[in-house]
């Protein structure tokens, strides 16, 4: 079956980075869009950035500059990479495939945490 497994999470101040990084089984990965979302406490899960198999990425307006999505075929993976993070980037971040035709977001991983202490 399908597996999307999340890391990279965790604490971090204010202006930092932090790097995630999810790593796809039981799917071919270079077909698949792939996308990071997050939620907060109290709100709903927004997509932050996305990346289609042949590497055209959109991202929030919010993060924008500071956020970078990337993909590694070779080891099916994908990655979120987060600069300059603040106190409102903090959410369990979550990434989730889309397969080849579908419209939507399918699978799904676990989540990971990012705080951002102010």
């Known amino acids: 079956q399908v597996q999307l497994v999340e890391s990279g999470g965790g604490l971090v101040q204010a202006g930092g980075s932090l790097r995630l990084s999810c790593t796809a089984s039981?799917?071919?990965?270079?077909?698949?869009?792939m996308g990071w979302y997050r939620q907060a406490p109290g709100k709903q899960r927004e997509l932050v950035a996305g990346?289609?198999?042949?590497?055209?990425?959109n991202y929030i307006d919010s993060v924008k500059g500071r956020f970078t999505i990337s993909r590694d075929n070779a080891k099916n993976t994908v990655y979120l990479q987060m600069n300059s993070l603040k106190p409102e980037d903090t959410a369990v971040y979550y990434c989730?495939?889309?397969?080849?035709?579908?419209?939507?977001?399918?699978?799904w991983g676990q989540g990971t945490q990012v705080t951002v202490s102010s």
């Open positions: 990346i289609t198999r042949v590497g055209n990425t």
């Open positions: 989730a495939a889309r397969p080849l035709g579908s419209p939507d977001y399918v699978y």
């Open positions: 039981g799917i071919i990965f270079s077909i698949i869009d």
